[in-house]
Nanobody, 116 residues
Framework: QVQLVESGGGLVQPGGSLGLSCVATGTISSRNSMGWHRQAPGKERELVAF???????RYADYAKGRFTISRDSANNTVYLQMNSLQSEDTAVYYC??????????WGQGTQVTVSS
């Protein structure tokens, strides 16, 4: 069983930056892909970015050029660095892990609020 714990959310002004972390414990390895989804109020959950077991990264179009996902496999941690944040980025951000095409774990979510 895999457990994911996110941290790093908070309040930031438009144009600011914020970094999120997600630590995985349990039966997880570098063979699992990990990434982030987000869910804004009244909207469906959407993919932000993920990193594969091979080290490839993929981003949603809105995240390209602003967000950077990285992974420390030795410590089973995935990071999301978010720059040039806008109000539209306000959401609960969820870390996830997959085994192949199957989601095997979700974090509890961390709130990111972009507001002046």
């Amino acid at each position: 069983q895999v457990q994911l714990v996110e941290s790093g959310g908070g309040l930031v002004q438009p144009g600011g930056s914020l970094g999120l972390s997600c630590v995985a414990t349990g039966t997880i390895s570098s063979r699992n892909s990990m990434g982030w989804h987000r869910q804004a109020p009244g909207k469906e959950r959407e993919l932000v970015a993920f990193t594969t077991s091979g080290g490839a990264t993929r981003y949603a179009d809105y995240a390209k050029g602003r967000f950077t996902i990285s992974r420390d496999s030795a410590n089973n941690t995935v990071y999301l660095q978010m720059n040039s944040l806008q109000s539209e980025d306000t959401a609960v951000y969820y870390c996830f892990a997959t085994q192949g095409d199957n989601y095997i774990a979700w974090g509890q979510g961390t709130q990111v609020t972009v507001s002046s």
